[in-house]
């Protein structure tokens, strides 16, 4: 199984990026996915996750309302796109999948599969 992670970059405080998760190897539509971030010196922590349809989404309280996630499965893709951009939102971005269960979970060692991360870089 492999998630690749892409898109991050430098960006200045207000503005967007969106981040892209290819997934190979697994059932794409078998599995809800995940948003994690760890910032340097802290712990990972979850940012947003989608149902294996993309029905439904459970974000963080500190990107709800400028964080979008959503998942494309005839692509094996899910995306990030992340809006007014935060200095307090730099850090590395890892997707994850988590076999499909009712509950979009929030906790790391829920997920199955991590893929390698992307570093995203706010500045004020």
């Not at 971005?93 to 509950?103: E, I, M, Q």
């Amino acid at each position: 199984v492999q998630l690749q992670a892409s898109g991050g970059g430098l960006v200045q405080a207000w503005g967007s990026l969106k981040l892209s998760c290819a997934a190979s190897g697994l059932t794409f539509s078998n599995y809800n996915m995940g948003w994690f971030r760890q910032a340097p010196g802290k712990e990972r922590e979850f940012v947003a996750a989608i149902s294996w349809r993309g029905g439904r989404t459970h974000y963080a309280d500190s990107v709800k309302g400028r964080f979008t996630i959503s998942r494309d499965n005839a692509k094996n893709t899910v995306y990030l796109q992340m809006n007014s951009l935060k200095p307090e939102d730099t850090a590395v971005y890892y997707c994850a999948a988590r076999f499909t269960t009712d509950v979009l979970s929030a906790e790391v060692n829920e997920y199955n599969y991590w893929g390698q991360g992307t570093l995203v870089t706010v500045s004020s």
